[in-house]
């Protein structure tokens, strides 16, 4: 049991450093202004419940591929690593809002490159669509599958995937799991209710500093540990 809440711990605290000021963080924000939250919710919460289960998975294979004892290592290696990159982020930063207007660039992009197709169809397809507001419509709606692809994609190799999968190689896969799904519940939650003012207010130095001191401190409890070969 305390294998399982250790996990959780670490994995909650590392899942809302690392998230919160994301660029999923910010995407999610951005597209709750736009379309229905309940749709974004959803959209950004199932991928990044996917990639949380899946990362784990693999940190949980780990060990079967190869000694405990290697991948304790590799995931020690990996959670300094993590903290000195969060560290040098943190401390190079140019500026808080730079990255929310690089992500709203991207999607203003993709928002008029979508409306443009979709007034074209529009009136041939009124009809239809009030025939086929359905429960299974709402359920693969566009706009769901919007913030499932950008959040899914989003999120495949970075550093908090990484972390996932190195903290279940190491942990409780379960106490990863049920941490990271909270934390990213959380994360996403406060994301789209929040919006953009939320979101122009989070110092990305602020967080990135404390993500690499938790990091590092990670690191410092791991490689204090002992593991059996």
């Known amino acids: 049991m305390s294998s399982v809440v250790q996990g959780f711990t670490k994995s909650l605290a590392m899942t809302v450093l690392s998230e919160i000021g994301d660029k999923t963080f910010f995407a999610a924000a951005i597209l709750a202004m736009r379309h229905p939250r309940r749709l974004v919710l959803a959209g950004c919460l199932s991928a990044l419940i996917v990639m949380t289960i899946l990362s784990a998975l693999v940190g949980w294979a780990a060990p079967n591929l190869m000694s405990r004892k ?23 930063a140019e500026g808080e809002a730079e990255e929310l207007a690089e992500v709203e660039a991207k999607l203003n ?15 041939d397809d009124d009809d239809l669509k009030k025939q086929k507001r359905r429960f299974l419509s709402q359920l693969f709606s566009p ?9 899914f994609f989003g999120e495949w190799g970075d550093k908090s995937q990484l972390a996932t ?6 942990e409780n896969p379960f106490g990863v799991v049920l941490g990271g799904i909270i934390g990213q519940a959380l994360c996403t939650t406060a994301a789209v209710l929040g919006g953009r003012s939320l979101a122009s207010q989070i110092s990305e130095k602020i967080v990135a500093l404390s993500g690499g001191v938790l990091f590092i401190v990670f690191g410092i409890q791991s490689f204090l540990s002992t593991v059996e070969s």
């Open 70 to 92: 290697w991948t304790h290592h590799i995931t020690t290696l990996l959670f300094f690593g993590f903290g000195m990159w969060s560290l040098w982020d943190g401390f190079t």
């Open 109 to 123: 992009a993709d928002w008029k490159a979508d409306t443009g197709t979709t007034k074209k169809r529009s009136k």
């Open 143 to 151: 706009i769901l599958l919007k913030a499932f692809s950008i959040t």
């Open 165 to 170: 999968i190195g903290l279940a190689a190491d």
